[in-house]
């Protein structure tokens, strides 16, 4: 499946303008070169600079997901045995089939956006974590540390990459892309690893 953004009209906003926490960036915001190269990873996702966390980013999305289809199957299910289908539809009950057969739709539609545009990705310009049209960037001039530690112990161990800069810390639970992100790294940057 080919991911296709819309160019950004106007880029010429200022990064994070009107967001209250780091790193926080809308893609439509960027510069049209930092845009493209976003699109163009997404799109091919090459592993050496692209990891996918859709599994944990849409864990919330599935269960709303879960959520509005039991209200719908639940309100089909009372519609099916009801006599009086304009009272059922009056009811407390007939209001929320109504409004979960108007949400899921519109969820499918939201999800199916979303999919494939969930992950972190070494860009040319930063480190970056997409969560469809929002990002976090962590740009390399102005990361100053860079943690990378072990979490956890045996199958539940992992990665955990805290990228801090003067914004503030900026947490990546993989650690796939720790060497790419070491050679993009400002020479003032500090590395620190700690292993076990």
Known sequence: MVVTFAAPPDASRLYNIGMAAPFVVMLADLPAAEHNEIAKIVNEKPGAVWISDAGDGMLPHAILLVVVLGGVVAGIVELARSHDYVSFLASTAGTGFILASIALPLL?????????????????????????????????????????????????????????????????????????????????????????
């Open 108 to 196: 499918l539609w939201w999800i199916r956006g979303l999919n494939g545009r969930f992950g972190w990705m070494v860009t040319s310009f930063g480190l970056v974590q997409i969560r469809g049209e929002r990002l976090k960037i962590a740009r390399w001039q102005d990361i100053v540390k860079v943690r990378r530690s072990i979490v956890g112990t045996g199958i539940n161990r992992f990665v955990s990459l805290d990228i801090t800069t003067a914004q503030g810390e900026l947490v990546c639970n993989s650690g796939a892309l720790f060497s790419e992100l070491r050679e993009r790294l400002p020479p003032t940057a500090q590395l620190v690893n700690e292993d076990p």
